[in-house]
């Protein structure tokens, strides 16, 4: 079986200015600690889950910020904005009616513009290697060839991860296909990704997940992955907290 060979990023890729922070969601597998606050505002290692997102983005240069809300939305609201660190932060209501991630980014379309953008899930955590991980990817984004690029990172290295993976790649980053039943995956996405708008598009009535869009993008030869070269976190669960500060506090 050849090892897939990925493409050097190519330095100097231009930052998306626009990021989307998927924050709508119930939470449900961090209960009991989301009885009373948003997941993401449950911290890890002193700092709420979203703030680690958003000083991420903010570090990699975005300037502008669409957050959604649905679940204890007065309290992210409130959180918002009391950040002053120069993030223009804009909310995508969902309070009438959470919409999942594909009907997240549909609800929020006018919100982002028509430049490519960041997209990030607001229950992960990620240490940068080398390389801040958003500018990795604003690095290898080619807006003439994709449609979508993935941060990945191989499966034994998704702390946390309770899964069987998410992805395969070919051996230029080419997404290939997303797990099949009863088979593991060998990378799992890590909630972070670049989009670019026209992706947005013939959209189902109603909620519906990112799959739509993505299942889209590989069939057309459109979505690609890069590995991310630090650490990552899945912290969707109580447990994945001490677990994750554990291995924070050693360095």
């Not at 807006?143 to 690029?149: F, G, P, S, V, Y």
């Not at 909630?191 to 057309?220: C, E």
């Amino acid at each position: 079986m050849t090892r897939p060979r990925y493409i050097r990023p190519t330095p100097g890729g231009s930052v998306p200015k626009t990021a989307m922070v998927m924050a709508a969601g119930l939470g449900k597998r961090m209960r009991p600690l989301t009885a009373t606050r948003p997941k993401p505002l449950v911290e890890v290692a002193g700092k709420a889950l979203l703030d680690h997102v958003l000083d991420r983005l903010r570090a990699a240069g975005v300037e502008r910020v669409v957050v959604n809300v649905h679940y204890l939305a007065d309290a992210l609201e409130a959180h918002l904005r009391h950040r002053v660190d120069g993030l223009e932060v804009i909310v995508s209501d969902e309070r009438a009616q959470l919409m999942e991630t594909g009907g997240g980014l549909v609800k929020a379309r006018a919100l982002i513009g028509d430049e490519p953008f960041v997209c990030v899930n607001s229950d992960n955590l990620w240490i940068d290697g080398p390389t801040d991980a958003i500018r990795l990817l604003a690095s290898r984004w080619d807006a003439e060839t994709m449609d979508a690029l993935l941060l990945m990172v191989p499966y034994a290295r998704a702390h946390n991860h309770r899964g069987q993976g998410d992805f395969r790649l070919a051996a230029d980053g080419r997404i290939t296909g997303r797990r099949g039943r009863n088979r593991v995956a060998p990378f799992v996405w890590t909630g972070v990704q670049i989009l670019h708008p026209r992706l947005i598009a013939d959209w189902p009535a109603g909620p519906f997940s990112t799959n739509l869009f993505w299942d889209r993008a590989i069939a057309a030869g459109r979505a690609f992955g890069q590995v991310h070269q630090g650490l990552w976190f899945d912290v969707g669960t109580p447990a994945a907290i001490g677990r994750t500060e554990a291995i924070l506090s050693d360095g």
